[in-house]
Nanobody, 124 residues
Framework: QVQLVESGGGLVQTGGSVRLSCAASGNIFRDDARGWYRQAPGEQRELVAEITSGGSTNYADSVKGRFTISRDGVVNTVYLQMNSLKPEDTAVYYC??????????????????WGQGTLVRVSS
C-alpha cells in the first residue's frame, strides 16, 4: 500500500513563503510523476505543479515564477516551495503520486495516490 503524507501548511502573510513536503511510503517500484494540486473553497481542484521522474516540470500559469517543485529520490519526497504568496493562493494543497508499486510475490501495478491535504492560508 502506497501512502503520501503532506506537511508544511499553515498561515502566512501576503508576500511570504511556505514549503510543502510530500513523503511517500510503501513498496514503490517506480515513481513516475508527482504533482501538487489545490482546492479553494467552492472551487474545483486544480493542478499547481508537477514533476516527472526525469525531472521535467510543469506549472499552472498562476504560479509560474513564484512556486518551485522539486524531488528528493533518496527520501521519496517531493517539495513545493511557494514564494510571493497571495491571498488567492489560499487553498487546501494535495499531493498526488503516480507510481508502480507491489512486490515480487504479489506483482506490481499502477497506482494513483492522493495525500490527505494541507491547508495554506494567506492573509492580506
Amino acid at each position: 500500500q502506497v501512502q503520501l503524507v503532506e506537511s508544511g501548511g499553515g498561515l502566512v502573510q501576503t508576500g511570504g513563503s511556505v514549503r510543502l513536503s510530500c513523503a511517500a511510503s510503501g513498496n514503490i517500484f517506480r515513481d513516475d510523476a508527482r504533482g501538487w494540486y489545490r482546492q479553494a473553497p467552492g472551487e474545483q481542484r486544480e493542478l499547481v505543479a508537477e514533476i516527472t521522474s526525469g525531472g521535467s516540470t510543469n506549472y499552472a500559469d498562476s504560479v509560474k515564477g513564484r512556486f518551485t517543485i522539486s524531488r528528493d529520490g533518496v527520501v521519496n519526497t517531493v517539495y513545493l516551495q511557494m514564494n510571493s504568496l497571495k491571498p488567492e493562493d489560499t487553498a487546501v494543497y494535495y499531493c498526488k503520486a503516480s507510481v508502480v508499486a507491489g512486490t515480487l510475490s504479489e506483482g506490481y501495478r499502477y497506482h494513483e495516490v492522493w495525500g490527505q491535504g494541507t491547508l495554506v492560508r494567506v492573509s492580506s
